[in-house]
């Protein structure tokens, strides 16, 4: 497809459904969590109504440039990941703008949106949120360690560095997924997802209940709204994340709404058998089994 | 010293709050009077709803998602953690509990409220982003209730802050408590609950009933 602008519109089409799919997943898995506690929980379509509260709050007040910019920056990240990723295997329309070596950005981009947070959320000022960023910054070193080793791990196993080529060398049936050609590295990456999701035992940056809500305790109004739409979008872009790199990526719509709820469930289900870490234990888990595990997808791969 | 003079006249001053000075990092000696430059003292502005019908979506998507403040003033925010127990469930309406000031729109006065606590109440409803409600809990809220004549509880909240929905009890059980939220609900959804409008119109008669309770004052007039 060589008109730039088709493509563009295309990859905001997508990006339409992609935030409508994090919102309404958000919810669903309210609703799985509501019930695992025996209730009956929020509507499915609760996180719309946040939106749109948080956009028309009349008022808002802000701590200097960097509070400002760090919801900017957070979105960035999250649209950043989207822009690059290619979200269906074979389709000319919605595989984005990923190209040769989209593995190692979308790799820099994770990381891009939490520094920008950090940033914001210290010039709010409030303690809990530096202790919420200095958890956050810590945590991640150790989840970035398993996950960096078993993309590694990957692009030995495939000689590549790009998404569309691993996704390609999957297809063909169950059992040409890395889950099953490279168990070691899916088992590593895997454990490294629950990290990145941010639910329980690994909710140490936001921690409800203990350090109210971490980074964003000055965050409102529209700032909010902008961290909440980029977190939506985050969910399901980390999910494709997976699906790529070790579930065989998706050849159609239906496929990647299925992919992508059961691999974000598989955090959400780990989530309400856990309770949370201490932070301590989260940093000295990550390097121990997932780590573990990553240096021996290198070694036998 | 300011602060042992301050004491003398039974009236505290926070040592945070004492004009000092400060070594910046650029070995530069900077004078900080804290009352002027950590807060901002304006005063707070009428805003106007926007036109009907975007108001009345707007409004509609207000009343679902009522996030309430977690902070227990008195007795009665005890039956708040009830109310999101799987018996009474009050997610099921909308209601979430954000723990900062910054993000919740409703206010919940859980019983009798101590002069104390009411310098804190008002900090913390000044810190609310605006369009914010308030529910009170109880009679001690509405004329003092079994506090109607102690001498540090206040009698009538709505002197103080403006009230949306009173839910009256001596505890209102968390039954009531999903009644009041519904009952609010329909005012926000009828476009009726402009607490913040109404507090920003009466300013001075706000600040002179809470500056005639609260006899340490020293805060800034508005806290943001």
């Known amino acids: 497809m060589d008109n730039i602008a088709i493509k563009l519109l295309f990859t905001l089409l997508g990006l339409f459904i992609v935030l409508n799919w994090g919102l309404i997943q958000?919810?669903?898995?309210?609703?799985?969590?509501?019930?695992?506690g025996k209730r009956i929980g929020m509507p499915v379509y609760q996180p719309y109504f946040n939106l749109i509260k948080l956009y028309s709050k009349r008022t808002s007040i802000t701590h200097g440039v960097m509070f400002y910019l760090g919801p900017l920056f957070r979105l960035s990240g999250g649209v950043g990941m989207f822009l690059f990723m290619p979200?269906?295997?074979?389709?000319?329309?919605?595989s984005n703008?990923?190209?040769?070596?989209?593995?190692?950005?979308?790799?820099?981009?994770?990381?891009?949106?939490?520094?920008?947070?950090?940033?914001?959320?210290g010039e709010g000022g409030h303690p809990y949120s530096a202790i919420g960023v200095s958890r956050g910054l810590s945590q991640w070193t150790t989840i970035e360690l398993p996950l960096?080793?078993?993309?590694?791990?990957?692009?030995?196993?495939?000689?590549?560095?790009?998404?569309?080529?691993?996704?390609?060398?999957?297809?063909?049936?169950?059992?040409?997924?890395?889950?099953?050609?490279?168990?070691?590295?899916?088992?590593?990456?895997?454990?490294?997802f629950l990290g990145t999701m941010g639910h329980s035992p690994f909710d140490l940056v936001k921690a409800p209940n203990e350090i109210p809500i971490g980074p964003?305790?000055?965050?409102?109004?529209?700032?909010?709204?902008?961290?909440?739409?980029?977190?939506?979008?985050?969910?399901?872009?980390?999910?494709?994340?997976?699906?790529?790199?070790?579930?065989?990526?998706?050849?159609?719509?239906?496929?990647?709404?299925?992919?992508?709820?059961?691999?974000?469930?598989?955090?959400?289900?780990?989530g309400v058998v856990f309770p949370r870490f201490r932070i301590e234990q989260s940093v000295s888990w990550f390097l121990k089994v997932p780590l573990i595990l990553g240096i021996l997808a290198i070694i036998f791969i | 010293m300011a602060i042992e003079e301050q004491n003398k006249k039974n009236k505290f001053i926070d040592p945070d709050l004492e004009k000092r000075e400060i070594l910046s990092p650029d070995g530069e000696?900077?004078?900080?009077?804290?009352?002027?430059?950590?807060?901002?003292?304006?005063?707070?502005?009428?805003?106007?709803?926007?036109?009907?019908?975007?108001?009345?979506?707007?409004?509609?998507?207000?009343?679902?998602?009522?996030?309430?403040?977690?902070?227990?003033?008195?007795?009665?925010?005890?039956?708040?953690?009830?109310?999101?127990?799987?018996?009474f469930d009050a997610n099921r309406f909308g209601v979430q509990m954000r723990p900062t000031p910054r993000q919740s729109s409703v206010f919940i006065i859980s019983g009798?409220?101590?002069?104390?606590?009411?310098?804190?109440?008002?900090?913390?409803?000044?810190?609310?982003?605006?369009?914010?409600?308030?529910?009170?809990?109880?009679?001690?809220?509405?004329?003092?209730?079994?506090?109607?004549?102690?001498?540090?509880?206040i009698n009538r909240l709505d002197y103080y802050i403006p009230v949306d929905v009173y839910v009256a009890g001596c505890m209102p059980r968390p039954e009531a408590m999903l009644a009041g939220f519904n009952k609010l609900k329909e005012r926000i959804k009828a476009?009726?609950?402009?607490?913040?409008?109404?507090?920003?119109?009466?300013?001075?008669?706000?600040?002179?009933?809470?500056?005639?309770i609260i006899k340490d004052w020293n805060m800034p007039d508005y806290n943001w």
Request: hydrophobic share 45%; glycine share 8%.
């Open chain 2, 29 to 87: 000696i900077i004078k900080i009077d804290p009352m002027k430059d950590y807060f901002c003292d304006a005063k707070p502005k009428v805003h106007e709803p926007a036109n009907k019908v975007i108001e009345k979506f707007l409004n509609w998507s207000r009343a679902n998602s009522l996030w309430v403040l977690a902070f227990g003033t008195g007795c009665g925010s005890i039956e708040i953690p009830s109310l999101m127990t799987s018996r």
């Open chain 1, 97 to 121: 703008f990923s190209f040769a070596g989209d593995v190692v950005l979308i790799l820099y981009f994770q990381f891009f949106g939490m520094l920008g947070m950090a940033l914001g959320a």
């Open chain 1, 148 to 192: 960096t080793l078993a993309i590694i791990s990957i692009a030995i196993q495939y000689h590549s560095l790009s998404f569309t080529d691993i996704v390609a060398a999957q297809q063909g049936g169950i059992t040409h997924w890395t889950m099953w050609t490279n168990p070691l590295a899916t088992a590593a990456g895997m454990l490294a």
């Open chain 2, 112 to 153: 009798y409220l101590a002069v104390k606590t009411l310098k804190r109440v008002i900090r913390s409803y000044e810190q609310m982003q605006e369009p914010r409600y308030v529910v009170a809990l109880g009679s001690c809220t509405v004329n003092g209730g079994m506090y109607y004549d102690s001498y540090n509880t």
């Open chain 1, 26 to 36: 958000a919810g669903i898995m309210n609703k799985i969590v509501a019930r695992v």
């Open chain 2, 191 to 212: 476009g009726r609950a402009e607490g913040a409008n109404e507090y920003a119109e009466k300013f001075d008669w706000y600040k002179a009933n809470q500056k005639k």
């Open chain 1, 216 to 270: 964003p305790t000055e965050y409102h109004s529209t700032f909010l709204g902008v961290l909440r739409t980029n977190a939506a979008i985050l969910h399901v872009v980390e999910s494709v994340l997976f699906m790529n790199l070790f579930f065989g990526g998706a050849t159609s719509w239906f496929e990647l709404i299925l992919k992508t709820f059961l691999i974000y469930f598989w955090s959400v289900f780990v």
């Open chain 1, 87 to 94: 979200l269906i295997f074979g389709s000319e329309y919605w």
